[in-house]
């Protein structure tokens, strides 16, 4: 058998595909002793748990992680609850509300942020800028602000929780000055929520916070609390996904000069390049499920009661789904995006079944927005000289910098 590093180790994280392909290979079902699962990696098998309408597999096991920092979510909700909350909260990110309400949002926050480095970053013979620090980083937290409706001065506040619950969540190491620091982040971020949900409440307006506020499913409403946890929830699954989705985007179109090219002439080529890259690169690499009963997969069969790890990243780049896997290609024949929106059909990097990314058509508008504001922006963007992304993280992966040079 080939050896198979950890995926824990620093070896896996800094180059997991090697690790993915001889998992998919020669060990589709690994016990994995650290984080005490059983880690999957076909497309068949990580597909079919996901679509599971939770007679085989439920998200029960979640709590252990997401509680500390956001309290009850929508993830950890299972059977008729989860449908209520989904019923609840969904409609303010399908189409009408986006485009009507929150496309003009999502264009003047990336306006902003674009305006903002280029009056900081350009020189006589043009400029450098790190997109991940500049742009990405920022751009899906200030959205998400904005369509709550919160006031402009909190930004700032709320970036600091962003970077705070993310460390908690890839704390993977237990350090508890990153864990105290969430505990932290936790319990102000309700004493800022509460309070603006509760005022809300008497003053409805068109935002984001007033929908979920008098949403109404079955004579159910949610608590004070609950869209707090929700709110909570968006700035990890809203912001750290779509944050890494820019930087990767970028990444793999300027290692692939011709594409970037392309992709820069034909502008309806940027949905491919979006299917492509969340295929190619996905921002949730792992996520997480419980048996419900004794199943069987490809190698073999696991108990009640586990938990299943599921490599969205292996699965995206198995040979038995896609040809030539480990290839960014966004004119692959295996991708149905270029003109409808079907990431179901694409990949797997917004899961599947009941927790099938609620935000995918909000992300896919701020991803296709940014992109094509910095490139009308930086006409001539390359890479800056040497300069090579390099992607970090195992639970959530993108590249920690991009640099680019643009004019002179
Ligand atoms: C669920 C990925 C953007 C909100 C999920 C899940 C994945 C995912 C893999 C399933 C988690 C699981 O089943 O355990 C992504 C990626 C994004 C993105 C790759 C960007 C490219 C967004 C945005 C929002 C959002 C912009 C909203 C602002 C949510 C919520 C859930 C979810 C609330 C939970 C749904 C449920 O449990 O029913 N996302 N997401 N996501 N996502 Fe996203």
Not at 287 to 311: N, Y
Request: with cysteine; glycine share 8%.
């Amino acid at each position: 058998a080939q050896e198979i590093p950890d995926i824990l180790s620093p070896e896996f994280a800094a180059d997991p595909y090697p690790a993915y392909r001889a998992m998919r290979e020669s060990a589709p079902l690994l016990w994995h002793d650290a984080t005490k699962s059983y880690v999957i990696s076909r497309y068949e098998d990580v597909e079919r748990t996901f679509k599971d309408r939770e007679s085989e597999f439920t998200t029960d096991n979640y709590d252990w992680q997401i509680e500390p920092v956001h309290g009850k979510t929508i993830l950890q909700l299972s059977g008729r609850e989860h449908a209520v909350r989904r019923a609840l909260v969904a409609p303010a990110f399908r189409g009408s509300d986006l485009e009507q309400k929150f496309l003009p949002v999502i264009e003047r926050n990336a306006r902003e942020l674009i305006g903002a480095f280029l009056r900081d970053e350009r020189g006589e013979g043009g400029g450098e800028v790190d997109l991940v620090a500049a742009f990405a980083t920022r751009f899906p937290v200030n959205v998400i602000a904005d369509m709550l409706g919160l006031d402009k001065a909190d930004h700032a506040k709320f970036h600091g929780w962003y970077t705070s619950v993310i460390a908690f969540l890839g704390n993977l190491a237990g350090d508890p000055e990153i864990a105290a620091a969430g505990d932290r982040t936790r319990r102000e971020f309700a004493e800022y929520m509460i309070p603006v949900i509760r005022h809300r409440r008497e003053n409805l307006g068109g935002d984001l916070l007033s929908t979920l506020c008098a949403a109404e499913v079955d004579g159910v409403r949610m608590s004070d609390e609950d869209i707090k946890a929700f709110c909570s929830l968006l700035l990890a699954a809203g912001g750290e996904t779509t944050d890494k989705a820019i930087a990767s985007i970028f990444a793999n179109l300027l290692t692939h000069p011709d594409q970037l090219a392309a992709v820069r002439a034909d502008r309806t080529l940027v949905g491919r390049a979006f299917a492509e890259t969340l295929r190619f690169t996905p921002p949730v690499h792992m996520i997480m499920r419980q048996t419900a009963k004794e199943v069987t997969l490809s190698g073999g069969t696991v108990p009640a009661g586990a938990t299943v790890t599921c490599l969205i990243g292996a699965a995206n780049r198995d040979g038995a789904r896609y040809t030539d896997p480990d290839t960014f290609n966004i004119f692959r024949d295996d991708l149905t995006s270029a003109t409808a929106f079907s990431a179901a059909a694409d990949h797997l990097a917004f899961a599947l079944g009941r927790h099938f990314c609620v935000g995918a058509l909000l992300a896919k508008a701020e991803v296709e927005t940014g992109v094509n504001q910095l490139l009308d922006a930086l006409p001539d963007m390359r890479l800056a000289e040497g300069f090579v992304p390099v992607e970090q993280g195992v639970f959530t992966r993108g590249p920690v910098e991009v640099r680019v040079r643009f004019g002179g």
